[in-house]
């Protein structure tokens, strides 16, 4: 089972800041989180970076069990 870590607004709309799933695609634990997250989620998600064991990735890269997909909101701040 590959490993979803989520930060920041993702974690607040999802009410977890992570969860496993049993998806082989990037894509496809993106779209079962949504399933499961529901419309909160999917909006922040619309706005979000998705890395993969450290790297950013698009939908189409495939899971192992041991992997860790990160969902990064945008961040803002200063002074």
Known sequence: MATLRLFASAREAAGCGSDTFEEKSVGGLLDAAVERFGTPFAEVLATC??????????????????????????VSGGI
């Not at 998705?50 to 945008?74: F, I, K, T």
Request: charged content about 30%; hydrophobic content about 40%; glycine content about 8%.
């Open 49 to 74: 970076r998705v890395w993969l064991n450290g790297e950013e990735v698009g939908r189409d890269a495939a899971l192992s069990d041991s992997d860790e997909v990160a969902v990064l909101p945008p």
